[in-house]
């Protein structure tokens, strides 16, 4: 099977920096995805790792180690739009099929 | 917008009925993936297509069933409704297969209440 784990909820102040960690297991690992969701919307995808190291995309940056099963999804010069939910997902190999799993989301608050 | 459609936006009936829920994927993607959210579950993915063929299959319950037509919309079929059912229905479309694609679309979803 596969486990994500991801902090419940994190706070940040507008124009600093915030990193939300996720530790994943899985077999067959084939990638793995951020998205943001505000409350009541859709996912919108944010970044895409399926090797090591950094992806960055603007104010967004995602790190994979895959030898620990530990990603990252860094946010830059926050703003208070930012506040959301940040979902990491991880596609694995179950019974023969590529299946995305998701962790239950960090939920983001940037104040003033 | 994403380009991914979702008809009906809002359901609402009765445990042990039956509804469809439909999906029109973005012009020229071949996947389209369902996913189900719910607050005590979070985002689950239930079943995905590839040009008409079932291609992956997540924690789908008996009484769900899916399929992709040739124009690549797609349904999900929902029946013998439980008050544990009620959750938001998303769709999402990628151009490649499942274990190739690096990013999905997702479409605005379907509340569906169960009363």
């Known amino acids: 099977g596969q486990n994500i784990d991801q902090p419940t909820e994190m706070t940040a102040t507008e124009g600093a920096i915030v990193q939300i960690n996720c530790t994943y297991q899985?077999?067959?690992?084939?990638?793995l995805f951020w998205y943001q969701q505000h409350a009541g919307e859709a996912p919108t995808f944010l970044s895409y790792?399926?090797?090591?190291g950094l992806e960055e995309k603007g104010r967004f940056s995602s790190f994979l180690s895959r030898s620990k099963g530990y990603s990252y999804l860094l946010l830059k010069e926050l703003q208070m739009k930012d506040s959301a939910s940040y979902l990491c997902?991880?596609?694995?190999?179950?019974?023969?099929?590529?299946?995305?799993?998701f962790g239950r989301g960090t939920s983001l608050i940037v104040h003033p | 917008d994403s380009g991914v459609t979702q008809t009906p936006k809002h359901l609402i009936t009765a445990t042990g009925q039956r509804v469809t829920l439909r999906c029109s994927p973005r012009?020229?993607?071949?996947?389209v993936y369902w996913y189900q959210q719910s607050l005590d579950q979070g985002l689950q993915f239930l079943i995905q297509?590839?040009?008409?063929?079932?291609?992956a299959k997540g924690n789908i319950l008996e009484r769900f069933s899916a399929q992709q037509f040739p124009d690549l919309h797609s349904e999900l079929n929902l029946s013998s409704l439980e008050l544990g059912d009620s959750a938001l229905y998303f769709c999402?479309?990628?151009?490649?297969?499942?274990?190739?694609?690096?990013?999905?679309?997702f479409g605005p979803g379907t509340r569906l209440t169960v009363l």
């Open positions: 899985t077999s067959g690992f084939n990638g």
């Open positions: 997902a991880v596609r694995g190999e179950t019974g023969g099929s590529y299946i995305p799993t």
């Open positions: 999402a479309s990628s151009p490649l297969p499942v274990f190739l694609d690096n990013e999905q679309f």
């Open positions: 012009s020229g993607d071949l996947s």
């Open positions: 297509y590839y040009n008409g063929e079932e291609r």
């Open positions: 790792n399926v090797l090591d």
